[in-house]
């Protein structure tokens, strides 16, 4: 007999997260411990008690003030590498699974997954194990073999250079103010930007801003 698992739920729509909280609490071999709209909330939880929870489950379309899902991901594996999470989306295609795959997903299932399926797959990756649907499989094997390994952080480490950039983007200064606060040539300046978005997953200002409290700069 398994124990119950406790999972935390993240998903931008009330009425949604409210229907699968009242589904999953009424699951047998779940335990429901908590259940956010935002991606903050759910990240503040998590690190007021990381060992609480068994498993992430949340959706791949937040809203959007919200930061994208794969960003969430890839946070979530540098900050809690052994939180397995599984991802639920209305977009149940080839494209889609994978991209969740490759910033930290560990399992993949359709919003149209019933309670029972989604406690065997949170059974499933609590045990280590790496699930996406059946029909998703054989579409999906050259790229699965690629995966990082559960723990791996999914963002290569920022040199000195590229996180005190960073930190001032996110001050408000641009690069050429950068430039001449480091006494360093613009161009230096906004390569060292682009790697740090690269490192980081965002390709933009507005998404480095929404990842702030997120991502451990300071």
Same mark, same amino acid.
């Given at each position: 007999?398994?124990?119950?698992?406790?999972?935390?739920?993240?998903?931008? +729509?009330?009425?949604?997260?409210?229907?699968?909280?009242?589904?999953?609490?009424?699951? +047998?071999?779940?335990?429901?411990?908590?259940?956010?709209?935002t991606a903050g909330d759910f990240i503040a939880a998590?690190?007021?008690? !990381?060992?609480g929870v068994d498993v992430g489950i949340v959706d791949?379309?937040?809203?959007?003030?919200?930061?994208?899902?794969?960003?969430?991901?890839?946070?979530?594996?540098?900050? +809690? !590498?052994?939180?397995?999470v599984l991802v639920l989306s209305a977009q149940h295609?080839?494209?889609?699974?994978?991209?969740?795959?490759?910033?930290?997903?560990?399992?993949?299932? !359709?919003?149209?997954?019933?309670?029972?399926?989604?406690?065997?797959?949170?059974?499933?990756?609590?045990?280590?194990?790496?699930?996406?649907?059946?029909?998703?499989?054989?579409?999906?094997?050259?790229?699965?073999?690629?995966?990082?390994?559960?723990?791996?952080?999914?963002?290569?480490?920022?040199? !000195?250079?590229?996180?005190?950039?960073?930190?001032?983007?996110?001050?408000?200064?641009?690069?050429?103010?950068?430039?001449?606060?480091?006494?360093?040539?613009?161009?230096?300046?906004?390569?060292?930007?682009?790697?740090?978005?690269?490192?980081?997953?965002?390709?933009?200002?507005?998404?480095?801003?929404?990842?702030?409290?997120?991502?451990?700069?300071?």
């Amino acid at each position: 007999m398994f124990s119950d698992k406790r999972v935390m739920l993240l998903d931008d +729509h009330p009425v949604l997260l409210h229907g699968l909280e009242v589904v999953l609490a009424s699951a +047998h071999g779940l335990e429901v411990v908590g259940s956010f709209q935002t991606a903050g909330d759910f990240i503040a939880a998590l690190a007021a008690d !990381p060992a609480g929870v068994d498993v992430g489950i949340v959706d791949y379309s937040l809203g959007p003030d919200d930061v994208d899902c794969r960003n969430l991901l890839m946070a979530l594996r540098r900050r +809690h !590498p052994q939180l397995p999470v599984l991802v639920l989306s209305a977009q149940h295609n080839a494209p889609t699974v994978m991209a969740a795959l490759k910033a930290g997903a560990r399992g993949f299932l !359709p919003k149209s997954a019933t309670a029972a399926e989604i406690v065997r797959v949170v059974e499933a990756l609590h045990q280590g194990r790496l699930h996406v649907a059946a029909d998703m499989m054989h579409m999906l094997t050259d790229g699965i073999a690629e995966l990082p390994s559960p723990g791996e952080d999914s963002c290569a480490s920022l040199s !000195p250079r590229e996180r005190e950039v960073l930190l001032a983007v996110l001050d408000g200064f641009t690069v050429d103010e950068i430039a001449e606060q480091f006494g360093r040539a613009a161009n230096t300046i906004s390569a060292q930007k682009r790697a740090g978005y690269r490192k980081l997953g965002v390709r933009s200002n507005g998404e480095l801003f929404k990842l702030r409290h997120l991502l451990d700069l300071e």
